[in-house]
């Protein structure tokens, strides 16, 4: 009973973390889609462009620091390679203008062989950094990465990687999703004008009349789920590259079979 009490409070505590994470991000996209502040789009030091920053950030934080006590040694080993795959694909890909993202590769295998959980300190963690020394862009994007490891977490304990046609669908429907939560950020936060080849495409659909929000959202209804097409496929292939041996090192991709319909075996104990 000593030792189950506290084990209790950590999961309570980790619980509140992730909740109040979840409360301040979704105060904080409601606040830029209800108010739809304006001067943000000049100015990021606006009060509030501040707020937004501030809300999505530490919101996203919150979410990381709660999730980050459940994952295994072997998958935190795998998390900072993760991280690193996310930031270099992604920074490559703004530097060539591109309008898709291919920031969000790491964060999907992460989430499909670790289970959601990894996959959300991954992104976080991901943009965070890439957004403190880089590139201050992605920092408040890091809430998008938590839409997209849940997802991906999801399709993977359903299935989805188990069928070589099916991780492109999943990724068509995350792109939808991730495109509603980062509309409102890039419209509200960056005035559309987020690097890459993305925002020739929020003027051209600015120049057509419609309003910042909705050249935002529709940008994103075209960029997003491309990007998460190529990414869940990209993904998938690589699963199929990987050795069973290496897939039975996470309990995630084992107890969900995740790659195979059949159950992956444990990994061998070290007295083998």
Same mark, same amino acid.
């Given at each position: 009973m000593s030792d189950q009490a506290p084990l209790d409070t950590r999961r309570s505590r980790n619980r509140l973390l992730v909740a109040a994470g979840a409360v301040i991000v979704v105060a904080t996209y409601a606040y830029l889609v209800v108010a739809q502040p304006a001067g943000m789009a000049d100015s990021g030091t606006t009060r509030a462009g501040l707020i937004a920053m501030a809300g999505y950030v530490i919101g996203a934080v919150l979410i990381a620091a709660g999730s980050i006590h459940q994952l295994p040694t072997t998958t935190i080993a795998m998390i900072p390679v993760a991280i690193a795959v996310n930031i270099v694909v992604g920074q490559l890909v703004a530097v060539l203008g591109l309008p898709v993202?291919?920031?969000? =590769?790491?964060?999907?295998?992460?989430?499909?062989?670790?289970? #959601?959980a990894a996959g959300v300190v991954t992104g @976080?963690?991901?943009?965070? =950094?890439?957004?403190?020394?880089l590139n201050p862009?992605?920092? #408040?994007f890091a809430v998008v990465q938590v839409v @997209?490891?849940?997802?991906?977490?999801?399709?993977a304990r359903i299935g989805v990687f188990r069928?070589?046609?099916l991780p492109p669908v999943a990724g068509l429907v995350t792109g939808v999703a991730a495109a509603v939560v980062s509309a409102p950020i890039s419209a509200f936060v960056f005035g559309g004008a987020?690097?890459?080849?993305?925002?020739a495409i929020v003027g051209a659909f600015q120049a057509m009349g419609q309003s910042l929000l909705a050249s935002t959202t529709l940008q994103g209804l075209l960029?997003?789920?491309?990007?998460?097409l190529i990414t869940f496929t990209v993904v998938g292939i690589l699963l199929a590259a990987l050795p069973s041996r290496f897939l039975q090192r996470f309990p995630f991709a084992r107890e969900h079979r995740v790659v195979t319909t059949a159950p992956l075996a444990p990994p061998p104990s070290p007295s083998e």
């Open positions: 993202y291919l920031d969000s =590769i790491g964060t999907v295998l992460v989430s499909v062989l670790a289970g #959601p @976080i963690l991901a943009n965070v =950094i890439w957004g403190l020394t862009i992605p920092l #408040p @997209i490891a849940v997802l991906a977490g999801t399709a069928r070589v046609y987020t690097g890459g080849g993305t925002g960029s997003d789920p491309l990007d998460k």
